[in-house]
């Protein structure tokens, strides 16, 4: 079981990461507008304030499993966004 605090930092590389490839793409892309990527960037941002606020919930009586629930959607949805970035 990962604890609380590796979940953090998981969802805080994995976020930061997408992010920074966005980043990266409009450096890169510079005659493409910035709308389709800011739209990424503004849902990784809602993400990680989701899964966030998923984390700190007290209320969870089974914590591993939780858990465990909370980093396949990290996976799934950061997946999503790589897409989305391919796709650009």
Known sequence: MSS???LKKDIN???GDIIEAVYIWEMSNPEKGVEASGKII???IQVFDELIHKLN???VENKKQH???INQEL???GRALIDKINAL
Request: charged fraction near 55%; aromatic fraction near 12%; avoid cysteine.
């Open 4 to 6: 609380k605090r590796d």
């Open 42 to 44: 503004d849902e990784a």
């Open 75 to 77: 996976e799934t949805r």
């Open 13 to 15: 590389y994995v976020l």
């Open 67 to 69: 858990f465990k629930g």
């Open 57 to 59: 919930d007290r209320s």
